[in-house]
T-cell receptor
Framework: DVKVTQSSRYLVKRTGEKVFLECVQD?????MFWYRQDPGLGLRLIYF???????EKGDIPEGYSVSREKKERFSLILESASTNQTSMYLC????????????FGNGTRLTVT | QQQVKQSPQSLIVQKGGISIINCAYE??????FPWYQQFPGKGPALLIA?????SEKKEGRFTISFNKSAKQFSLHIMDSQPGDSATYFC?????????????FGQGTTLQVKP
């Protein structure tokens, strides 16, 4: 069974802090993704990575950056957290096989005060 | 821009009833349409998916109906059970190799009353 693990379930940070959200997958998947989930807006793609050290912007990359130094680990970075980044953040991974589904972690609830 | 519109936002169904969630998309290049199910405290998980070469796909009590000309697809849950209570997301993507770059709908919270 694929496991995608997000390091924190809940996180509270102050405005202006640098925030790191970590995600690890154990299935040797090539592709990893960061989404944010907000009520009424569904899931929106922030960034994704299709290989180590490779990244592409999603639909809402502003205010975020990512890092993928190892295949199993994908980090989301908030350079200077703002209150409008309070949200649920979901990491996902997927193999390169055509038709393979996204496997999500259980999410990190980030509150920026 | 919301390329996938989902309705209703919330739904209450009696046990044994039929739950219906609808989605509409704009981009005719979309060719993969999955539904994800999310329980409280968990990440979404793939429930069922369809490609536009078929009009319907059924897996157990769950059926996707697809109308290419109307650019709409829907999820039907037959004989709804309290254990089906969850949030459901439709999604769409372009290109069979891009199934990870999904555009999600807004989500529907389903409550099935015993």
């Amino acid at each position: 069974d694929v496991k995608v693990t997000q390091s924190s379930r809940y996180l509270v940070k102050r405005t202006g802090e640098k925030v790191f959200l970590e995600c690890v997958q154990d299935m040797d998947h090539e592709n990893m993704f960061w989404y944010r989930q907000d009520p009424g807006l569904g899931l929106r793609l922030i960034y994704f990575s299709y290989d180590v050290k490779m990244k592409e912007k999603g639909d809402i990359p502003e205010g975020y950056s990512v890092s993928r130094e190892k295949k199993e680990r994908f980090s989301l970075i908030l350079e200077s957290a703002s209150t409008n980044q309070t949200s649920m953040y979901l990491c996902a991974s997927r193999s390169d096989r055509v038709g393979s589904p996204l496997h999500f972690g259980n999410g990190t609830r980030l509150t920026v005060t | 821009q919301q390329q996938v519109k989902q309705s209703p936002q919330s739904l209450i169904v009696q046990k044994g009833g039929i739950s219906i969630i609808n989605c509409a998309y704009e981009n005719t290049a979309f060719d993969y349409f999955p539904w994800y199910q999310q329980f409280p405290g968990k990440g979404p998980a793939l429930l069922i998916a369809i490609r536009p070469d078929v009009s319907e796909k059924k897996e157990g009590r769950f059926t996707i109906s697809f109308n290419k000309s109307a650019k709409q697809f829907s999820l039907h849950i037959m004989d709804s059970q309290p254990g089906d209570s969850a949030t459901y997301f439709c999604a769409a993507s372009r290109g069979s190799s891009n199934t990870g770059k999904l555009i999600f709908g807004q989500g529907t919270t389903l409550q099935v009353k015993p």
